[in-house]
C-alpha cells in the first residue's frame, strides 16, 4: 500500500503516519518528490484493514498495490525517475549516461587507455569485468583479485567511476571496496544469496536482465536487493536467448518503454551483449536511447581483434567515438541530453 500525504504534512505527521503502519507489523519507506511525499508500506496490507487511514492528520488518499514488486514499483516513488548517483553523476536525471570499457580487464595499460579514450568520447563510467562469468570452464575467467587492484588504480589515476561484475557473495564486500558500482549479470539475476548481499552493501548495483528471465522476474530480482536496504539499483537489458540465432541475443526494445512505466528505476540497455557483433552496437543504441533509456553499457576495446573475451561486439576507440557524436541526436530527440566533456576537458 502507498499513503500519499498532504502537501502541507508535518514532520511529526509523517512520524505518526509512520508509527501507526509500523505498530501493525509493516516497513514503511519515505519518498519525498518535489511536489508530494509518499509513504510506502511493506508487509501484509490485511494488517492495516482496521485502520482508518483518511482520517489521521496528513493523509490525502491511501492505494493498495497489486503488483507482486513494492518498492520497485512506480507508484512506489514520489519521482517519476529515482536517480542513482555514480560518481559525479546520476542515473535518471536528465542526462543519458554512458559506461564503456573492454569486456575483461586484461592489463592495467589497457584499462588506462581505454579508461582515456572512453572519457574523452563522453563515458561518465568505465566497465571491465575482474571476475568473468563463462559459459565454458576452459575460457579466461578474468584477473580476480588483480584486476580488482588495476580498477582501483585506474579510477584514481582517471577520476572515472568504475562497474564491475561481482559472482560470488563471498566477493561482494571485498569487490565493493574496489569499484563505485555493482553489476550483477545475466547469469547471476536470480542468484538470490548474491542479491540479497548486494542488498546489505551501499552500493549501486546494475541488474542485468536474465537471459531467460521476464520482466516480471527481473523486477522481482532488483526487490530483492531493495528489499535488504538498497534502493540504488539500475536495470540492464541486455538481449534474451529466443529461436533467434543471427543475433547473439534477442534486444528487447519494448523492454525499455515498459520498464519505464512499470517502475521508477533507471533503465539502461546493453547493446553489446544483445547484437553480439561490432556493427549492431550503434543502431541498438540509437533505438535503445530513442526509446527512453536513461543510459548504455558499450564494450570498448583498444584492440578488439586480441580481446581475452568479446571482441567480436567490442568497439575500438574511434568507433566508440563516432557512436557517440551520432547518439547526441538520438538523446536530444528523446528530451535528454548526451554527458559529453567540454573540448579541451
Ligand atoms: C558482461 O557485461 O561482460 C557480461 C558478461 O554481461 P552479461 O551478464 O549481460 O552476459
Ligand atoms: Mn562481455
Request: aromatic share 4%.
Amino acid at each position: 500500500m502507498i499513503i500519499v500525504a498532504r502537501k502541507d504534512v508535518t514532520a511529526d505527521q509523517l512520524d505518526h503516519i509512520r508509527e501507526r503502519v509500523e505498530a501493525a507489523g509493516l516497513r514503511t519507506h519515505v519518498s519525498r518528490g518535489e511536489t508530494r511525499t509518499i509513504i510506502g508500506c511493506i508487509g501484509d496490507e490485511a494488517r492495516l484493514a482496521h485502520i482508518p487511514m483518511l482520517s489521521i492528520p496528513g493523509v490525502r488518499s491511501v492505494h493498495p498495490i497489486m503488483r507482486p514488486y513494492k518498492l520497485a514499483a512506480r507508484d512506489f516513488s514520489a519521482d517519476r525517475t529515482t536517480k542513482v548517483q555514480v560518481g559525479d553523476h546520476a542515473f535518471g536525471g536528465a542526462a543519458c549516461l554512458v559506461a564503456a570499457g573492454p569486456c575483461s580487464v586484461e592489463s592495467q595499460e589497457m584499462m588506462l587507455q581505454t579508461g582515456r579514450a572512453v572519457a574523452g568520447a563522453g563515458a561518465t563510467l568505465l566497465r571491465g569485468g575482474a571476475f568473468k562469468p563463462r559459459t565454458s570452464p576452459y575460457s579466461f575467467d578474468g584477473l580476480k583479485d588483480e584486476g580488482l587492484r588495476i580498477l582501483s588504480k585506474v579510477r584514481s589515476e582517471t577520476g572515472l567511476p568504475v562497474v564491475t561484475e561481482v559472482l560470488d557473495p563471498r566477493h561482494a564486500e571485498r569487490v565493493a571496496g574496489h569499484v563505485d558500482m555493482l553489476q550483477i549479470g545475466t547469469r547471476n539475476m536470480q542468484n538470490f544469496a548474491l542479491l540479497k548481499e548486494v542488498g546489505q552493501l551501499q552500493r549501486p548495483v546494475l541488474l542485468k536482465r536474465g537471459m531467460a528471465a521476464s520482466l516480471k522476474d527481473l523486477l522481482l530480482a532488483a526487490e530483492y536487493v531493495m528489499s535488504r536496504g538498497n534502493m540504488q539499483v539500475v536495470l540492464c537489458e541486455r538481449g534474451i536467448r529466443t529461436f533467434g540465432a543471427e543475433t547473439r541475443n534477442t534486444f528487447d526494445l519494448a523492454a525499455i518503454p515498459w520498464l519505464k512505466l512499470e517502475t521508477h528505476l533507471p533503465v539502461v540497455a546493453d547493446p553489446s551483449h544483445a547484437g553480439g557483433r561490432r556493427d549492431l552496437v550503434a543502431p541498438i543504441s540509437f533505438a535503445a536511447v530513442a526509446a527512453g533509456a536513461d543510459g548504455l553499457v558499450v564494450e570498448v576495446h583498444p584492440d578488439p581483434e586480441t580481446a581475452l573475451s568479446d571482441g567480436e561486439q567490442s568497439l575500438t576507440f574511434a568507433e566508440f567515438n563516432g557512436m557517440m557524436s551520432d547518439l547526441k541526436a538520438f538523446a536530444e530527440a528523446a528530451g535528454r541530453t548526451l554527458h559529453r566533456p567540454q573540448a579541451g576537458a
